[in-house]
């Protein structure tokens, strides 16, 4: 476990962050509405997921970033209950996990394709509810647990299973960097931490504390944003279109919105903010056969299902047919 210390290690600033607009956008609003259910981050190795996590924990309330080593116990994750101290004196001694140390502020899992999938089905039970329960021979405890989870992920080593990536609320895709301005920019901002970070992070100091502000402003605001009809049937049509499964794209796409208006300090709920969201929501939802013009297509048929499922499944093919005239029965052959 590892606990962020700007004291000891100085963090990269989130607002010098260059050339990642859908992740931190991502990341944003994940801090906003840590109900979201998290952020899933995929990428080959050295696009800064870890870099970028690390700065946004920097932003939350207790500044605190919690690492979930990849060969963690349930115990370790969700903490303990001493039963024989239950039994004996009738109360419940309670040792906290990485969950409750995380509480407030970001709980960070590397490799979370390579975790068990029971681990990280309680994690995002955890960052969807903002509650763990930890339950032991009849005798339960629960704490609450509002934190960020953030998961990164390298594909070539590995999947998710659909179900447990339906459950990120948000997703973003990372890809190597082949503008040459942009490359540059990231080196030479990197280069300038390096060799001091305290005067880089002096030059940032400003936009981190508006940073800072927006965030507290935008969670205080969200109890008062609403959504229309135009909103709703804007999320319906996206999700519809992506053949998404069941209504959790829908929720997660409004409460997404909601927490971009907030942040943008909007007075209402718009179908852009709607826009602007879609992609993190829907990237890990949409069915492989997803076409553009998906949402007007009739269902597959068995035949199509059959190609999607079976490699090497070659369909029927249809042949022409004639009409045979005068065919005689056949005759038992005479001995």
Same mark, same amino acid.
């Given at each position: 476990?590892?606990?962020?210390?700007?004291?000891? +290690?100085?963090?990269?600033?989130?607002?010098?962050?260059?050339?990642?607009? *859908?992740?931190?956008?991502?990341?944003?609003?994940?801090?906003?509405?840590?109900?979201?259910?998290?952020?899933?981050?995929?990428?080959?190795?050295?696009?800064?997921? +870890?870099?970028?996590? =690390?700065?946004?924990?920097?932003?939350?309330?207790? @500044?605190?970033?919690?690492?979930?080593?990849?060969?963690?116990?349930?115990?370790?994750? /969700?903490?303990?209950?001493?039963?024989?101290?239950?039994?004996?004196?009738?109360?419940?001694?309670?040792?906290?996990?990485?969950?409750?140390? %995380? #509480?407030?502020?970001?709980?960070?899992?590397?490799?979370?394709?390579?975790?068990?999938?029971?681990?990280?089905?309680?994690?995002?039970?955890?960052?969807?509810?903002?509650?763990?329960?930890?339950?032991?021979?009849?005798?339960? #405890?629960?704490?609450?647990?509002?934190? &960020?989870?953030?998961?990164?992920?390298?594909?070539?080593?590995?999947?998710?299973?659909?179900?447990?990536?339906?459950?990120?609320?948000?997703?973003?895709?990372? @890809?190597?960097?082949?503008?040459?301005? &942009?490359?540059?920019?990231?080196?030479?901002?990197?280069?300038?931490?390096?060799?001091?970070?305290? $005067?880089?992070?002096? =030059?940032?100091?400003?936009?981190? %504390?508006?940073? @800072?502000?927006? /965030?507290?402003?935008?969670?205080?605001?969200?109890? +008062?944003?609403?959504?229309?009809?135009?909103?709703?049937?804007?999320? +319906?049509?996206?999700? /519809?279109?992506?053949?998404? !499964?069941?209504?959790? $794209?829908?929720?997660?796409?409004? =409460?997404?919105? =909601?927490?971009?208006?907030?942040?943008?300090?909007?007075?209402?709920?718009?179908?852009?903010?709607?826009?602007?969201?879609?992609?993190?929501?829907?990237?890990?939802?949409?069915?492989?056969? !997803?076409? *553009?013009?998906?949402?007007?297509?009739?269902?597959?048929?068995?035949?199509?299902?059959?190609?999607?499922?079976?490699?090497?499944?070659?369909?029927?093919?249809?042949?022409?047919?004639?009409?045979?005239?005068?065919?005689?029965?056949?005759?038992?052959?005479?001995?």
């Amino acid at each position: 476990m590892n606990l962020n210390d700007t004291a000891i +290690s100085p963090v990269f600033p989130f607002a010098a962050l260059v050339g990642q607009p *859908p992740l931190q956008q991502a990341l944003l609003l994940a801090a906003i509405d840590p109900g979201l259910g998290g952020v899933l981050v995929t990428g080959p190795r050295g696009t800064a997921k +870890s870099t970028a996590a =690390r700065a946004i924990a920097e932003l939350l309330p207790e @500044g605190r970033l919690v690492t979930l080593p990849l060969g963690a116990s349930e115990e370790q994750l /969700i903490g303990t209950l001493d039963i024989e101290s239950a039994l004996r004196d009738g109360g419940v001694k309670f040792s906290p996990g990485l969950i409750a140390k %995380a #509480h407030q502020g970001v709980l960070y899992v590397d490799e979370v394709n390579l975790l068990p999938n029971p681990l990280v089905d309680q994690l995002l039970d955890v960052a969807a509810s903002g509650v763990n329960t930890v339950e032991r021979d009849g005798i339960s #405890h629960r704490h609450e647990a509002r934190l &960020v989870l953030i998961g990164t992920m390298n594909p070539e080593e590995g999947e998710l299973r659909p179900q447990l990536l339906d459950r990120f609320g948000l997703a973003v895709e990372l @890809g190597n960097c082949f503008d040459a301005s &942009v490359r540059q920019q990231i080196v030479k901002a990197r280069l300038a931490f390096d060799a001091d970070p305290h $005067a880089f992070r002096a =030059r940032h100091a400003n936009e981190q %504390a508006a940073l @800072g502000r927006r /965030i507290h402003e935008a969670r205080a605001a969200l109890a +008062s944003l609403d959504f229309d009809d135009a909103v709703h049937a804007r999320v +319906s049509e996206l999700c /519809i279109a992506a053949q998404v !499964d069941g209504l959790r $794209a829908d929720l997660v796409m409004l =409460r997404a919105a =909601r927490a971009l208006a907030a942040f943008d300090g909007a007075g209402v709920v718009g179908v852009e903010h709607v826009e602007r969201v879609a992609d993190s929501v829907l990237k890990h939802r949409r069915r492989a056969h !997803d076409t *553009p013009h998906a949402a007007h297509e009739p269902e597959p048929s068995s035949r199509q299902q059959a190609n999607d499922s079976d490699w090497g499944y070659l369909p029927p093919e249809p042949v022409e047919t004639a009409t045979v005239k005068n065919v005689r029965p056949l005759q038992p052959k005479k001995v």
